[in-house]
């Protein structure tokens, strides 16, 4: 099986930064995309960012400019940078990974973290 596992949040003022780490463990061939998505309270889930195995990424309206995704294909692990966060920003912030298990197969799967709580006050 495979296993995401985030880590990095926490409660900070407005203005701060914040560095949140997902790294995936278990049966993995390749990772593609990796993504961040956060819900808060009473909205759906969103897309924050995300970084395919290529290079690109993609950001969010909302934190262009103050957010940047990285990745470690060798630690197959990614990272979200949030600089000068906003109480908007509150919310339950989830990795997602879409990843190839073995060699022989071609066929991808989703996976999701458990989610970090990240609240921004003001």
């Known amino acids: 099986q495979v296993q995401l596992v985030e880590s990095g949040g926490g409660l900070v003022q407005a203005g701060e930064s914040l560095r949140l780490s997902c790294a995936a463990s278990g049966s993995i061939f390749r990772i593609y995309t990796m993504g961040w998505y956060r819900q808060a309270p009473g909205n759906e889930r969103e897309l924050v960012a995300t970084s395919t195995r290529d290079g690109t990424t993609n950001y969010a309206d909302s934190v262009k400019g103050r957010f940047t995704i990285s990745r470690d294909n060798a630690k197959n692990t990614v990272y979200l940078q949030m600089n000068s966060l906003k109480p908007e920003d509150t919310a339950v912030y989830y990795c997602?990974?879409?990843?190839?298990?073995?060699?022989?197969?071609?066929?991808?799967?989703?996976?999701w973290g458990q989610g970090t709580q990240v609240t921004v006050s003001s």
């Open positions: 997602s990974m879409t990843l190839q298990r073995i060699l022989l197969s071609k066929t991808t799967y989703d996976y």
